[in-house]
């Protein structure tokens, strides 16, 4: 059942950029360049330092979510906005900062926790975009990403904070920009 689980988590993890995808090329979709270009790095890093605390089914969802967000960044390139904003480098700064830290402190768990902390610097970014330019973003893409965080999370099998630390901050992290999709929609209609 874990590896189910595991499988599953990749394959939503996967799924979730085809219509993002598609909504790029429609030209509704303008990925936030920073943000994409953060996440990747961190995917990176995540998945290894899993892979060193000895993560094995749950890794899935984690190489899933790095395979599609490093799509997504080269598409970015041409298509997204932002980037070079005061916002944005104070971003990458921050992240920067992150990982000098987790390169000084090499040890596993610490790098996870860094990388979900600056992920998160990632994740203000598109949610602030998300909630002031909601129709720039594809609402079931963040539906189906949190959604392979809870089988990622299922595909630890036991309570281990480290292993479970990164599937649930993507299931909060994704259902939070649908949330500021949810409340800019709102907005712009009143």
Do not use: C
């Not at 190489?63 to 799509?71: H, K, N, P, R, S």
């Not at 649930?168 to 939070?176: D, G, K, T, V």
């Amino acid at each position: 059942m874990l590896a189910i689980s595991g499988y599953i988590s990749a394959i939503l993890s996967i799924l979730m950029i085809a219509p993002y995808i598609r909504d790029i090329f429609l030209l509704k979709t303008k990925p936030e360049r920073a943000s994409w270009l953060i996440w990747t790095v961190l995917g990176f890093i995540a998945f290894f330092s899993q892979l060193a605390k000895g993560a094995t089914d749950s890794l899935w969802l984690t190489g899933g979510q790095t395979l599609a967000v490093f799509i997504i960044l080269m598409l970015s390139i041409k298509y997204g906005v932002g980037g070079l904003t005061k916002r944005d480098t104070r971003a990458l700064v921050a992240a920067g900062i992150g990982l000098i830290i987790w390169y000084i402190t090499q040890e596993a768990a610490w790098a996870l926790l860094i990388v979900i902390a600056i992920d998160s610097v990632g994740t203000l970014l598109t949610a602030i975009k998300s909630y002031e330019d909601p129709e720039s973003e594809t609402f079931s893409t963040w539906i189906i990403s949190g959604t392979s965080g809870i089988f990622g999370a299922l595909a630890v099998g036991a309570f281990h904070p480290i292993l479970l630390a990164y599937p649930i901050y993507i299931i909060i992290a994704n259902y939070m920009i649908v949330v500021m999709i949810l409340l800019g929609r709102r907005r712009t209609k009143n």
